[in-house]
């Protein structure tokens, strides 16, 4: 009986190192995921920075040919560039100035976002790791105290 009751005791040590080991494991592979999410991100928000940037060229050089255009019309009227008609161009130009700070505004709120969400995700995945490790050496530490227990009682 004696020898079944170790045997039992190897077993049930073994097993609590086999549930560690797992643990930390499923820790380890759930911080590795939350990381490849947050590059997912970061991948996203510099993707939208990138475009915003292009988007703002454009939109000025929309402003440079509707600017244009009005210096045109007024010298096609054969009015003279000076007050109300500059003062049409300089709406003109304003106008587009402040739909291009808008746009700029809008992406960089948005990429910051998708940024601290990927540092979010970054934190979680350290968080589980170190549950996964906390959890893993608990089942290891009762593993090898359910092992001792079964081994003690073999013995009295």
Do not use: C, H, I, P
Not at 5 to 16: E, I, K, N, V
Not at 63 to 72: E, Y
Not at 89 to 114: C, G, H, I, P, Y
């Amino acid at each position: 009986m004696e020898w079944f009751q170790l045997g039992m005791a190897g077993l049930q040590g073994l097993a609590g190192a086999f549930r560690g080991r797992a643990e930390r494991e499923a820790g380890r592979q759930a911080r590795q995921t939350a990381y490849y999410n947050a590059s997912a991100l970061d991948r996203e928000a510099d993707a939208l920075d990138e475009e915003s940037a292009e988007n703002q060229m454009r939109m000025r050089a929309m402003q440079g040919v509707a600017t244009g255009q009005a210096a045109a019309q007024t010298a096609a009227s054969g009015v003279e560039r000076s007050g109300s008609a500059l003062g049409r161009e300089m709406k003109v130009a304003t106008r587009f100035e402040q739909e291009v700070n808008d746009l700029a505004a809008r992406s960089l709120q948005r990429s910051s976002a998708m940024r601290e969400q990927a540092q979010m995700e970054r934190w979680k995945g350290r968080q589980a790791e170190r549950a996964g490790k906390v959890s893993g050496f608990g089942s290891l530490l009762s593993g090898v105290v359910q092992g001792g227990a079964t081994a003690f009682n073999a013995f009295k």
